[in-house]
């Protein structure tokens, strides 16, 4: 897929994004580029292959314990607070 010019002041203008006009063709190329790129593995023969949650066959991804680490200040940062509220902060209400 080749981008156009517009295409990049579009994607440039949602991204809120300023580019100078020479940086234009340059996004156009390297755009484009990696659209191609993106395109070619579109067409690697994926049918049958079952996805992966690990690169290495028998292999998982090993997690630390659960542990508690620190103790529990929520009194000590909450009295700080202009409103708190059953342990929670109260704040102004901003939406109708």
Known sequence: M?????DIEN??????LELTEAEIP??????????????EL????????APM???LPGLAQRLRADEVSEPNR??????????????LYLVPKVIE
């Open 74 to 87: 929520r009194d000590t940062y909450q009295q700080n607070a202009p409103q708190v509220e059953a342990g």
């Open 53 to 55: 949650a690990h690169p």
């Open 11 to 16: 994607i440039a203008r949602l991204a809120r």
């Open 42 to 49: 579109d067409r690697a023969p994926t049918s049958g292959i």
């Open 2 to 6: 080749s981008l156009s010019r517009a």
């Open 26 to 39: 340059v996004y156009v190329d390297s755009l484009s580029k990696i659209f191609a790129f993106v395109g």
